[in-house]
Each structure stands twice: as C-alpha cells, then as structure tokens.
C-alpha cells in the first residue's frame, strides 16, 4: 500500500516538475532532490509491504512512509497555490507580497529537507530491520501487474456468472412452498436465515426468477434493507416494482400514501415482496402496515436475515430456512469452478497435486460458499502448482491466528488474504469503494472518474490506443475477476454497468481503509447521527485522513469542518429522487488540497459558492441529480480539472445557467451535461483538446464547428437540431474525417428527410463507421438500402418518420443492431413482417404509438436473441404467433392498446386469452394501459389499473 502512495506522490511530482515548472520557480532543484530521494525509499518498499503483517514495528514503518510521502506533497501543493494565486493578484498587491517570498523560499526549502532527513532516517531503520530493496523485475507487483492487466480483457463473461453449488434442494424446498395452495402447507412469510456469506440472496435469487414462481404470482418486488435502511425508500422501492410505470408519480408521494397504495395492492394481487438482508425489528416496525394480515389473495413475503430473532418478529409463523454449509466435496467442486477457469477460454485444469492442495484449503472455508469464492479469487491467477503452495502456506498462516476463535473470524482471514494478495494499485481501488454507502450499486462510470483522479489507476498502465477510462476498467475487471466486487454487465453494451460489495467485503474494505488511514466514512443516515463520535470524527480530521465521505439522511447536514488536507469530499444522499438543501455557513475555503469533489443531490439556494473556484487543485467536480440557479464563472480557473458533472437532478425540473468558461478548463477529460442546463450564450469548447468524453452535445448550448476542435474524443453523445443542409454536412464530415478516436457514439438528428438531396445525406450519415446509435426525429422520405447502414450501428430509433414502407424489410438485415424503437408514427401502414433468420443481434425492440399499425407477423427464426419487447400499439389486433418461439424473451410490457388485445393476453375467470399460450415462457410480463396526461389522484390511477382485473405484471429484480 505505501509503495502505491510513493509511486503515486512520484508521478505527481514528475508532473508538477514537467506541467508546473513556472509554479515552482525557486524550490525546483529541492523538488528534484525529493523525487530522488522517493526513488531510493521505493526499492525498499515492495519488500516492507509485503512484510507487513510480520510486525507491528514494520507496521508502524509503512503507516509513516505513507504519511511522509502525503505531507511532501501538501508542501509542494501549498507552495503552488501560493505562487498560483499570486499571478492572479493586481500589481500592487504583487508588490506588496514579493516582500515576502524570500521567507516563503525558504520556508518550503526547509520543510523539504526535514522531508528528506525523515526518509534517510527510515530507509536506515528498514535496512537494519533487514527489509531489502528489491528493483524493478525482481518480484515487481507494479510489472507482474501490468503485465497481467493486458492480457485480461473485458471480453471474459464468466467474470459475473454465479455458479451454484450444494443448495439446489433449497431452492427447490422455497420455490414448492411459495407456490403451494395446501393450506395445511401455508406460510405468508418464508425467512432464509443464517450468517454472512452463507449464500442466503443467492438462493432467494434462484427462488424470485424460479418459473412456478414467476407463473404463480401477479407482482413482484425486491427491495434491499441492509443496515442503514429508510422506510420511506423500503416503501418506495416496493411500490415502484409493483406498478413500475408509475415511477414518476411515486416518487413524490408521502410516506403515509406509500402505505396505503401498498395495502391496495397487495388486497387485489397475489405478489411476491423479498426483504433482502433485514437486520432489525425496528426496519420491519416500521413497514409492517403495508402488509395486511388478512384478506389477500395469497401474496407472500421471502425475506434473507442474519438474525432469527428478526424473522420471527416478523412473523410468528414464518418458515425458517437456513442453508446448511456446503461439504468438502462441494466446497472443492465449487473452488474447481472459480480456481480453474482460465482467462482465454481454456479447458479447466486437473492436476492431482493442485487438487490434493485445494482441498486442504477449503477446509479453512468452513463451507461458507463465499470464502470458497474468494478464495478462488485468489486461486484463479495462480497458474503453478509452486503459487498454489505459496498460498497454501499463507492461509494455513492466516488461519492460526484465529485460532480458537469462532468460524467467522477463521473466514474473515480468508477473505484478508484476498485483500493481501492484490496488486499495490489494485489495493488502493478496492478501498476506495468504502466511500459508498452499504449495499449501493456504484455506476462504472462514475467509478472510474474518480478512481482517475484520485491516482489510483496509473498511466504506465495505459497501452498505446488506450484512454484511461479502459486502464480504470481493467482494474474492475480484475477485482470482478478475483471475486473482490460483484459486478451487473450491461446486456447491451457488454461492458460493466456497476459493480457493488457483499457485507463481509465491506467490512473488510472498512476495516483495511482504517488501518491504512485511507478514508473515513460517517454516516448520519436514519438518525444515526447521534451515534456519530464527533471527537474521534475531529481526531480523524486531526490526523490527516485524507478521504472524507459523508452519508447524509434526510434531515439535512451535520456538522462538518474543514480540513486542509483533504484530498477527496463526497456526500452521499438517501435517494436519488431526492436533493439535501446546502447549508449558507457552509464553505469550501478550508479544503485547500482537493482533487474531488463530490456534491451530488446537494440543493443550492441560488448559486454554487465562487470558492469552488479557488480550489484549483480539483479533478473531478460533480454536480449530478443537484440543483442550482447559477453557477459562478470562478470555475473557470480550475485548469486541472479532468472531470466536470453537470447532470441536474431531472424531478426537480430546475434549470442551471453555465457561464463561458468551459474553454478554460485545458485539462478537462470528461464532460456531463442534459438538458436541464443553460447557458446566455453559445459556449466555448475550443481549447478543450483534452476532451474524451462528452455527454450531452446540444447545438442549443454549443455551435456545431466546435465539434470539429474536439478531435480526442471517444465517446459523444449528441442531440442536433438541423437548421440547414449544412448543418448536417458538418456532421458527416466531422465523423468521416476527424473523429479519428471516436469509439462510442450517439446522434439523435432532428430533420425531415424528403427530398432527394436530403435523402442522400441521410444515406452517407448510415454509411459512417464511426456512428453507433442514432435516433431520427423527423419525416423519411423513404429508408435507404441495407447497404447503406454502416455494420458499426447497434442503435436505432426512428420517431414522426412517416414510413410508407415496411422498415422491417430493410431493418432486419443489419447484422450487429442490438436496438430497434418505432415510436410517434415512425411507420404509417398497417402490416409490417419480421422474417425468418433477421435481426440475428437484436436484444431490445420497442413497437410504441404505431397508430395504424393493426397485424404484425414474426416468422419462426426471427429475432433468436430478443430479450426486451414493449408493445404499445393501439390497433393491433394480435401478439404474433412467432413470439412463441422465441425461447431468450424475458420481458414483454404492453403500454397503449386495445382492451381487446389485453384480453388476449389475459387469464380471466379462469379462461386464458388467445394469446397467452404464445408468451407463457416470458417470465415477466408487464402491463400498463393507463396512458394520460390527465392529473388523477393515484387512488384513481389504482382502480384505473386494477379496478376488478387480474394481470400479470412483473418487474424482475436486477
């Protein structure tokens, strides 16, 4: 860990040597000395790391080598902002301070050398301790590291499977007693209970996606507890999968509407709530009132727990499952599955030797599937019988320290070695994610921003065509490979949509980030603030903890003070629905070293405070689902900046205003903006060569030439009005001729289509390699050929089109296109035929507002991989009879149509529709036909919906 620190505080001092050189007028010599000096004190390091453990003195060492390296850099930091902010002065005040630099000089100079006489000292102290320098190529974790971190790719899907080992009857037992209608066999409520790791929401994953379950029930809900829940997002979270097309209206709802919409719905439906990870009787106290006791119609609650205690508060009468502990032979069976997965592809393993020495390891598992998976983790990246001893050797280590204590303790040192085991960088990035709250799905996206601007993924890992956002990604890659994260793939993309933290890996990613003071978390959600220990809060503070993250609850904000060396700020609010209002008092003149701020969800009066603009040192700043008036033009000095987050929060429906100044901003990466955001006149992108991501380019914020000054993007999303033909010439040329980096790209293009001239250039817009998604918002003459689509598009959508004919015809025949939408009459004829063996990728297809549109044909064969349908056309009069042989559909949802056609999808008094035998095998199928811009109570919008009907609605959990 502290040769990351070091290594870091190395290539930051290249950069200030190399980007800073002016700002370092006077102390660049002693700046170059420091970096020598770090160079030696590096070669001894990968030996003190890792020897660590070996003793507390060895302990003690690193934690200081650790805080050498930070507080030279606070110094070199400090000296910039000075020299920095005295540039920006007026030449009096110039005057006035050249007086003092002399003192300044040699103030830095003699904090430099105490800084070097401290190194000497220590690198002393570990050569007469006996710890060695060790040089690059000798047991180098940095090149073993990146070595490893090219071959892997993101290409490996195995990476996120569960494997499912040993509990098949457990399953099996829940999914018959959910299902039975014996009522000498009922029981409302099923508990699976037993302790962390066990694998209890695996299984009631297996249980919720069974099909007899998802035949039996009419609606299903998944909400996760955990520790630090809320009722209100408990609450939120049940309704909200149980009539999921209301979303935007539950989201305003009080707590105690809430409970009686629940109540309602679980009176006129028979459905299926799981309570994941329940810790405490005080959660379900206060929920229980949206689950009556009687006069349902056989809806039932599953629930996970630690505690039995908790289920039986629940319910009296709840069955309790819990899952026995996996045997030898399982344990070594599942070990087999994770261990001897090789990266390429290969066939799995079978060395006796290997096996003689996996099964002795997995009896430190204690049958606990988690520490099995771990353990595999680490297994996995051992690929000679001589690694497999040399772990073998280490738990067998691990494990005598707990000895005598109970099993738990014996699994958390399994899962420590995992942690040992990781690559210096890759230990810092697996910390990192403490910062978010308990059972949060952290966005990938998101995730590697930060990761970049804290350090913690490094540029010597960048290949050569890389950005480094696919460096960030391949060290998710490698936590998801080593079991460290579990990870959510996004169907479409293929690439990582989140990843998130099972309980006992957070604790050990707490635990570990405490003992390194690497972050400090407190959280102040549900009134947990009075269990706040504001004097070990202020002592964290007082002892240069580094990263601060703060859990807001919906009472607004704590105390917080400042501290200058902070390099990292986060909040974190309850909801994403939700914004907490900024204190006035509150001010950012004391963080005088940050390089993130994180102020999402935050509420600010009118503007963002002009300090913000003199925390020059920042690299991501972000402003995502927060509202603000204004925002000040002193942001236009933060020159380091690499990523700038303006997505404002879209329920709040409040505009922000940007002032010109994003042209400042030279070393801005990553831009994020939606619609929401305004601007008094066409701002700037010159400048910005640095630029990689942008999202969202409208041509009411930015003039359309611009785009061609941004020649390093790799990722653009794009909304243009075309006002001229011109307009639309500019488009292609820049995707043709200077978005030679361009990877991943969205266009929506609003234009009519009509004449030949216009037809032509819509043909050479499908024709350009570089364009992935495109929406047409507008009139199409007619569709060009096949041909002419570039096989790069995976995205198509296509609105107020008004095609004569059939677009299938055309549409089917591109080989890569993983998502089709015909919405607002984007085809006017009455018939349209899916033919045998088309769209052979697609994933996603939605048919909405097609209002003539009346028989659809789907021929046997077509569209072999669909996954998603939405069906929302008013006239049609049938489900084709093809969905029934489309065996990867699992979710179909029916928006606007007939009554008719509802029916045929129905079951109704015990008759089935025409249709439903057609989608059968589809596990979820939702059904929403209430569609108005008519205001309602939600009481109406229920008897709308439900009043008298049975349907099958399911919103499977994610």
Same mark, same amino acid.
């Given at each position: 860990?502290?040769?990351?620190?070091?290594?870091?505080?190395?290539?930051?001092?290249?950069?200030l040597?190399?980007?800073e050189?002016?700002?370092?007028?006077?102390?660049?010599?002693?700046?170059?000395?420091?970096?020598?000096?770090?160079?030696?004190?590096?070669?001894?390091?990968?030996?003190?790391?890792?020897?660590?453990?070996e003793?507390?003195?060895?302990?003690?060492?690193?934690?200081?080598?650790?805080?050498?390296?930070?507080?030279?850099?606070d110094?070199?930091?400090?000296?910039?902002?000075?020299?920095?902010?005295?540039?920006?002065?007026?030449?009096?005040?110039?005057?006035?301070?050249?007086?003092?630099?002399g003192?300044?000089?040699?103030?830095?100079?003699?904090?430099?050398?105490?800084?070097?006489?401290r190194?000497?000292?220590?690198?002393?102290?570990?050569?007469?301790?006996?710890?060695?320098?060790?040089?690059?190529?000798?047991?180098?974790?940095?090149?073993?590291?990146?070595?490893?971190?090219?071959?892997?790719?993101?290409?490996?899907?195995?990476?996120?499977?569960?494997?499912?080992?040993?509990?098949?009857?457990?399953?099996?037992?829940?999914?018959?007693?959910?299902?039975?209608?014996?009522?000498?066999?009922?029981?409302?409520?099923?508990?699976?209970?037993?302790?962390?790791?066990?694998?209890?929401?695996?299984?009631?994953?297996?249980?919720?996606?069974?099909?007899?379950?998802?035949?039996?029930?009419?609606?299903?809900?998944?909400?996760?507890?955990?520790?630090?829940?809320?009722?209100?997002?408990?609450?939120?979270?049940?309704?909200?999968?149980?009539?999921?097309?209301?979303?935007?209206?539950i989201?305003?709802?009080?707590?105690?509407?809430?409970?009686?919409?629940?109540?309602?719905?679980?009176?006129?439906?028979?459905?299926?709530?799981?309570?994941?990870?329940?810790?405490?009787?005080?959660?379900?106290?206060?929920?229980?009132?949206?689950?009556?006791?009687?006069?349902?119609?056989g809806g039932k609650?599953?629930?996970t727990?630690?505690?039995?205690?908790?289920?039986?508060?629940?319910?009296?009468?709840?069955?309790?499952?819990?899952?026995?502990?996996?045997?030898?032979?399982?344990?070594?069976?599942?070990?087999?599955?994770?261990?001897?997965t090789?990266?390429?592809?290969?066939?799995?393993?079978?060395?006796?030797?290997?096996?003689d020495?996996?099964?002795?390891?997995?009896?430190?598992?204690?049958?606990?599937?988690?520490?099995?998976?771990?353990?595999?983790?680490?297994?996995?990246?051992?690929?000679?019988?001589?690694?497999?001893?040399?772990?073998?050797?280490?738990?067998?280590?691990?494990?005598?320290?707990?000895?005598?204590?109970?099993?738990?303790?014996?699994?958390?040192?399994?899962?420590?070695?995992?942690?040992s085991?990781?690559?210096?960088?890759?230990?810092?990035?697996?910390?990192?994610?403490?910062n978010?709250?308990?059972?949060?799905?952290?966005e990938?996206?998101?995730l590697?921003?930060?990761?970049?601007?804290?350090?913690?993924?490094?540029?010597?890992?960048?290949?050569?065509?890389?950005?480094?956002?696919?460096?960030?990604?391949?060290?998710?890659?490698?936590?998801?490979?080593?079991?460290?994260?579990?990870?959510?793939v996004?169907?479409?993309?293929?690439?990582?949509?989140?990843?998130?933290?099972?309980d006992?890996?957070?604790?050990?990613?707490?635990?570990?980030?405490?003992?390194?003071?690497?972050?400090m978390?407190?959280?102040?959600?549900?009134?947990?603030e009075?269990?706040?220990?504001?004097?070990?809060?202020?002592?964290?503070?007082?002892?240069?903890?580094?990263?601060?993250?703060?859990?807001?609850?919906?009472?607004?904000?704590?105390?917080?003070?400042?501290?200058?060396?902070?390099?990292?700020l986060?909040?974190?609010?309850?909801?994403?629905?939700?914004?907490?209002?900024?204190?006035?008092?509150?001010?950012?003149?004391?963080?005088?070293?940050?390089?993130?701020?994180?102020?999402?969800?935050?509420?600010?009066?009118?503007?963002?405070?002009?300090?913000?603009?003199?925390?020059?040192?920042?690299?991501?700043?972000?402003?995502?689902?927060?509202?603000?008036?204004?925002?000040?033009?002193?942001?236009?000095?933060?020159?380091?900046?690499?990523?700038?987050?303006?997505?404002?929060?879209?329920?709040?429906?409040?505009?922000?205003?940007?002032?010109?100044v994003?042209?400042?901003?030279?070393?801005?990466?990553?831009?994020?903006?939606?619609?929401l955001v305004?601007?008094?006149?066409?701002?700037?992108?010159?400048?910005? =060569?640095?630029? $990689? *991501?942008? @999202?969202?380019?409208?041509?009411? +914020?930015?003039? !359309?030439?611009? #785009?061609?000054? &941004?020649?390093?993007?790799?990722?653009?999303?794009?909304?243009?009005?075309?006002?001229?033909?011109?307009?639309?010439?500019?488009?292609?040329?820049?995707?043709?001729?200077?978005?030679?980096?361009?990877?991943?790209?969205?266009?929506?293009?609003?234009?009519?289509?009509?004449?030949?001239?216009?037809?032509?250039?819509?043909?050479?817009?499908?024709?350009?390699?570089?364009?992935?998604?495109?929406?047409?918002?507008?009139?199409?003459?007619?569709?060009?050929?096949?041909?002419?689509?570039?096989?790069?598009?995976?995205?198509?959508?296509? =609105?107020?089109? $008004? *095609?004569? @004919?059939?677009?299938?015809?055309? +549409?089917?025949? !591109?080989?890569? #296109?993983?998502? &089709?939408?015909?919405?607002?009459?984007?085809?006017?004829?009455?018939?349209?035929?899916c033919?045998?063996?088309?769209?052979?990728?697609?994933?996603?297809?939605?048919?909405?507002?097609?209002?003539?549109?009346?028989?659809?044909?789907?021929?046997?064969g077509?569209?072999?991989?669909?996954?998603?349908?939405?069906?929302?056309?008013?006239?049609?009069?049938?489900?084709?009879?093809?969905?029934?042989?489309?065996s990867?559909?699992?979710?179909?949802?029916?928006?606007?149509?007939?009554?008719?056609?509802?029916?045929?999808?129905?079951?109704?008094?015990?008759? $089935?529709?025409?249709?439903?035998?057609?989608?059968?095998?589809?596990?979820?199928?939702?059904?929403?036909?209430?569609?108005?811009?008519?205001?309602?109570?939600?009481?109406?919008?229920?008897?709308?919906?439900?009043?008298?009907?049975?349907?099958?609605?399911?919103?499977?959990?994610?």
């Open positions: 860990m502290a040769e990351f620190v070091v290594s870091f505080v190395l290539e930051r001092l290249q950069g040597a190399s980007e050189a002016s700002l370092l007028h006077g102390v660049s010599s002693q700046v170059e000395q420091l970096r020598v000096e770090f160079q030696r004190m590096q070669c001894f390091l990968k030996d003190a790391d890792a020897r660590e453990s003793s507390k003195t060895i302990h003690n060492w690193v934690v200081e080598i650790k805080e050498i390296a930070y507080d030279s850099e110094i070199i930091e400090t000296y910039v902002i000075r020299v920095a902010s005295r540039s920006m002065q007026s030449f009096l005040k110039r005057c006035v301070c050249i007086l003092n630099e003192k300044a000089l040699h103030k830095v100079g003699s904090e430099i050398q105490s800084i070097k006489t190194i000497s000292q220590l690198t002393t102290s570990l050569q007469t301790y006996g710890i060695r320098a060790i040089t690059e190529g000798e047991g180098s974790s940095s090149s073993a590291y990146g070595r490893q971190q090219r071959v892997l790719r993101r290409s490996y899907s195995h990476v996120v499977e569960k494997d499912f080992v040993g509990l098949e009857e457990d399953v099996e037992e829940l999914v018959g007693l959910l299902v039975s209608e014996d009522k000498e066999n009922y029981y409302r409520t099923l508990s699976i209970c037993g302790m962390g790791g066990l694998g209890k929401t695996t299984i009631a994953q297996k249980v919720y996606n069974d099909q007899n379950v998802k035949r039996h029930f009419d609606g299903f809900a998944w909400v996760c507890v955990s520790q630090q829940w809320q009722t209100k997002d408990i609450l939120q979270g049940i309704l909200t999968k149980l009539i999921p097309h209301e979303r935007d209206r989201v305003f709802m009080r707590e105690e509407d809430f409970v009686r919409m629940l109540v309602q719905v679980h009176q006129s439906r028979k459905c299926l709530v799981v309570l994941d990870d329940i810790w405490s009787e005080a959660a379900w106290d206060c929920i229980r009132h949206a689950f009556p006791t009687g006069g349902d119609m609650i599953l629930i727990t630690r505690n039995q205690e908790v289920a039986l508060h629940v319910d009296p009468h709840v069955y309790l499952h819990e899952p026995r502990l996996l045997t030898e032979d399982e344990s070594w069976e599942l070990l087999q599955k994770k261990a001897f090789k990266p390429d592809g290969a066939e799995p393993r079978d060395d006796k030797n290997m096996e020495l996996g099964r002795e390891m997995v009896k430190h598992c204690g049958g606990l599937p988690l520490a099995v998976i771990v353990l595999g983790g680490i297994l996995v990246t051992k690929q000679t019988l001589r690694d497999w001893e040399m772990v073998h050797r280490n738990i067998s280590s691990y494990i005598r320290k707990g000895k005598g204590m109970r099993q738990q303790h014996g699994v958390s040192q399994v899962l420590a070695l995992s942690y085991d990781l690559p210096y960088q890759l230990k810092s990035c697996f910390l990192y994610l403490g978010f709250p308990e059972d949060s799905e952290i990938a996206d998101k590697y921003p930060l990761w970049i601007a804290e350090g913690l993924v490094s540029l010597d890992d960048q290949a050569e065509g890389e950005t480094m956002m696919d460096v960030a990604e391949r060290c998710l890659v490698e936590l998801a490979y080593r079991y460290m994260v579990q990870v959510e996004d169907e479409f993309s293929g690439r990582f949509k989140s990843c998130s933290l099972h006992l890996m957070r604790d050990l990613c707490l635990l570990k980030g405490k003992e390194q003071n690497f972050l978390v407190v959280d102040f959600r549900h009134g947990s009075k269990l706040v220990d504001y004097s070990s809060y202020y002592s964290s503070l007082d002892s240069k903890v580094r990263r601060l993250a703060i859990h807001l609850g919906e009472d607004g904000f704590p105390k917080i003070r400042t501290a200058q060396h902070l390099r990292s986060s909040f974190f609010v309850p909801s994403k629905y939700i914004c907490i209002p900024m204190p006035k008092n509150f001010h950012f003149k004391g963080f005088k070293v940050l390089r993130v701020l994180d102020l999402g969800g935050i509420q600010f009066s009118k503007k963002l405070a002009r300090a913000v603009g003199k925390l020059i040192h920042l690299r991501y700043l972000s402003l995502r689902n927060s509202g603000f008036r204004k925002l000040p033009s002193s942001i236009g000095n933060l020159g380091f900046l690499q990523t700038l987050d303006l997505r404002l929060h879209e329920q709040l429906g409040v505009s922000g205003t940007i002032p010109n994003l042209w400042k901003m030279k070393s801005l990466r990553h831009l994020y903006l939606n619609d305004k601007t008094k006149e066409i701002l700037r992108l010159d400048g910005l =060569s640095k630029l $990689e *991501l942008l @999202e969202t380019f409208t041509t009411h +914020l930015f003039d !359309l030439k611009d #785009l061609f000054m &941004l020649t390093n993007l790799w990722k653009l999303n794009a909304r243009v009005q075309v006002e001229v033909l011109e307009d639309l010439v500019a488009i292609i040329n820049y995707l043709n001729i200077r978005a030679n980096r361009l990877q991943h790209s969205s266009f929506y293009i609003g234009y009519n289509f009509c004449s030949e001239e216009e037809v032509n250039l819509l043909r050479q817009l499908l024709e350009c390699r570089r364009l992935n998604a495109l929406h047409i918002g507008g009139v199409i003459g007619k569709l060009p050929e096949h041909h002419h689509f570039s096989p790069n598009l995976t995205m198509l959508e296509f =609105s107020r089109s $008004e *095609l004569k @004919e059939d677009p299938m015809a055309t +549409l089917e025949k !591109l080989p890569n #296109l993983r998502r &089709l939408a015909l919405g607002s009459n984007a085809f006017v004829g009455v018939k349209m035929v033919s045998k063996l088309g769209f052979p990728q697609l994933k996603f297809l939605k048919l909405k507002e097609l209002s003539n549109l009346e028989e659809w044909m789907v021929d046997e077509s569209m072999p991989n669909l996954s998603s349908l939405e069906i929302g056309c008013e006239r049609l009069k049938m489900v084709p009879d093809g969905l029934r042989f489309i990867t559909l699992q979710e179909l949802k029916i928006s606007i149509s007939s009554e008719d056609f509802q029916r045929r999808l129905r079951v109704v008094h015990g008759e $089935e529709g025409a249709d439903l035998y057609k989608v059968q095998h589809v596990p979820s199928i939702i059904f929403n036909p209430y569609h108005s811009s008519t205001s309602i109570s939600m009481e109406e919008v229920f008897r709308l919906i439900y009043g008298g009907r049975r349907s099958i609605t399911s919103s499977q959990h994610a």
